[in-house]
């Protein structure tokens, strides 16, 4: 039967941090196979791995830093000289392939590597059953192109690493090293099956444009023809000099961008990070001419309530969950603001005392029934594993 429990500290020594979060996280579990890691980025991550490799030596770790804190069945987790929550997964019959490469030219053939390297920490040379991706916000649409090239389409979860302050801080990490730029994944080989509930659990409006014009894949320079922050200034009625820069970021969360897939199941958020001098949007996540944008909406309420919501699909998908891995976006985190209590309740109560972890990101990765592998922004990717 496959078990996981999890661990947190906000102790200001990094390495104590580790050493307390994972003599929790053990629980007098056996078999440890692997164990998921989300830290502060104002922690020494090399002494609080060390800290975590003390107490669980030789097991494989992987995450990244988090934004602003974790949520576990404890509650959020914060602290003002740092933090970290960690989950152990234990099972006698799962094997697992943790690898990470670091950015060096051409991303998909990193990709590409990487895939192979996890096939070959973990003794295989088949696809695994479902994996787990970890990369920094930049180019995780390739670094997944070039994973697929090498495995196909397997089903996967995961999300991008962050800091606190959107400032280029954050670090991707695995047992073996720390790295800010590059990407990180853990394949499973296992008959424990996993679900997934991706969504951006925002509404669609009537405010639907084609993208016309593209300054790269991350720079949305037109929609109908006309100047992108323009049109989307219009669309809410909103002064365009009032989402300049960064101000766009935080104005977007309550009615970001979507793209629905071609079977209509899945709206991938589009995050607008920034308007430009120049009336164009930076996005998060890549785009494509010809393609239409829907403008999205949700309120703050709506934004918490869905954290809940989000749970029971999960729930409704599975039979007996060892373990949820949550992966909220670190935008929607801020626009939610010190109602972080409120999201912690929410999960909590849903649930249902089985073991939880959630991370913020600035990026998520999943999908939705028979669509594709997906990357975006301001979503929800929340996964659960079963017992046996």
């Given at each position: 039967m496959l078990t996981a429990k999890t661990g947190t500290s906000v102790l200001e020594d990094a390495k104590s941090a580790g050493m307390e979060a994972a003599e929790k996280a053990k629980g007098g579990q056996n078999d440890i196979k692997m164990a998921y890691v989300y830290a502060s980025c104002d922690y020494d991550l090399k002494a609080l791995l060390s800290g975590i490799s003390e107490k669980m030596p030789g097991v494989p770790l992987i995450g990244n830093t988090s934004y602003t804190g974790v949520i576990t069945e404890d509650g959020f987790v914060t602290g003002d000289k740092g933090f970290v929550g960690m989950m152990a997964v234990s099972d006698k019959d799962t094997t697992v392939g943790v690898a990470s490469v670091r950015k060096n030219g051409d991303s998909i053939a990193n990709g590409a590597?990487?895939?192979?390297?996890?096939?070959?920490?973990?003794?295989?040379?088949?696809?695994?059953?479902?994996?787990?991706?970890?990369?920094?916000?930049?180019?995780?649409?390739?670094?997944?192109k070039g994973i697929t090239q090498v495995i196909g389409r397997v089903p996967f979860f995961g999300g991008s690493a962050a800091d606190n302050t959107i400032a280029g801080n954050w670090q991707l990490f695995t047992d073996k090293d720390i790295f800010p730029d590059g990407c990180a994944v853990c394949f499973f080989y296992t008959d424990?099956?996993?679900?997934?509930?991706?969504?951006?659990?925002?509404?669609?409006?009537?405010?639907?444009?084609?993208?016309?014009?593209?300054?790269?894949?991350?720079?949305?320079?037109?929609?109908?023809?006309?100047?992108?922050?323009?049109?989307?200034?219009?669309?809410?009625?909103?002064?365009?000099?009032?989402?300049?820069?960064?101000?766009?970021?935080?104005?977007?969360?309550?009615?970001?961008?979507g793209v629905k897939d071609r079977l209509g199941d899945l709206v991938a958020i589009r995050h607008p990070m920034a308007g430009n001098d120049d009336n164009t949007i930076g996005v998060g996540n890549n785009l494509a001419v010809n393609t239409a944008v829907i403008r999205m909406e949700a309120t703050v309420d709506?934004?918490?309530h869905s954290t809940g919501d989000t749970m029971k699909e999960l729930k409704g998908r599975m039979d007996k969950p060892a373990y949820y891995l949550l992966v909220h976006c670190g935008g929607r985190r801020a626009g939610i603001g010190d109602r972080i209590g409120e999201v912690a309740e929410e999960l909590k109560k849903e649930a249902g005392g089985v073991p939880f972890l959630t991370e913020f990101t600035f990026g998520e990765y999943g999908f939705e029934q028979d669509g594709m592998n997906t990357c975006g922004g301001l979503m929800l990717s929340f996964t659960g594993v079963e017992k046996e």
């Amino acid at each position: 039967m496959l078990t996981a429990k999890t661990g947190t500290s906000v102790l200001e020594d990094a390495k104590s941090a580790g050493m307390e979060a994972a003599e929790k996280a053990k629980g007098g579990q056996n078999d440890i196979k692997m164990a998921y890691v989300y830290a502060s980025c104002d922690y020494d991550l090399k002494a609080l791995l060390s800290g975590i490799s003390e107490k669980m030596p030789g097991v494989p770790l992987i995450g990244n830093t988090s934004y602003t804190g974790v949520i576990t069945e404890d509650g959020f987790v914060t602290g003002d000289k740092g933090f970290v929550g960690m989950m152990a997964v234990s099972d006698k019959d799962t094997t697992v392939g943790v690898a990470s490469v670091r950015k060096n030219g051409d991303s998909i053939a990193n990709g590409a590597l990487l895939a192979k390297k996890a096939m070959e920490n973990a003794g295989k040379t088949t696809p695994p059953d479902y994996f787990y991706m970890a990369a920094s916000p930049a180019e995780e649409e390739y670094y997944l192109k070039g994973i697929t090239q090498v495995i196909g389409r397997v089903p996967f979860f995961g999300g991008s690493a962050a800091d606190n302050t959107i400032a280029g801080n954050w670090q991707l990490f695995t047992d073996k090293d720390i790295f800010p730029d590059g990407c990180a994944v853990c394949f499973f080989y296992t008959d424990k099956k996993m679900a997934n509930k991706y969504t951006g659990a925002y509404h669609e409006t009537k405010d639907v444009g084609i993208i016309t014009k593209l300054n790269g894949v991350r720079t949305l320079a037109e929609i109908d023809g006309m100047p992108a922050l323009e049109k989307y200034a219009s669309w809410r009625g909103l002064n365009i000099d009032d989402l300049r820069g960064a101000n766009l970021l935080s104005a977007s969360v309550v009615s970001p961008l979507g793209v629905k897939d071609r079977l209509g199941d899945l709206v991938a958020i589009r995050h607008p990070m920034a308007g430009n001098d120049d009336n164009t949007i930076g996005v998060g996540n890549n785009l494509a001419v010809n393609t239409a944008v829907i403008r999205m909406e949700a309120t703050v309420d709506e934004l918490i309530h869905s954290t809940g919501d989000t749970m029971k699909e999960l729930k409704g998908r599975m039979d007996k969950p060892a373990y949820y891995l949550l992966v909220h976006c670190g935008g929607r985190r801020a626009g939610i603001g010190d109602r972080i209590g409120e999201v912690a309740e929410e999960l909590k109560k849903e649930a249902g005392g089985v073991p939880f972890l959630t991370e913020f990101t600035f990026g998520e990765y999943g999908f939705e029934q028979d669509g594709m592998n997906t990357c975006g922004g301001l979503m929800l990717s929340f996964t659960g594993v079963e017992k046996e």
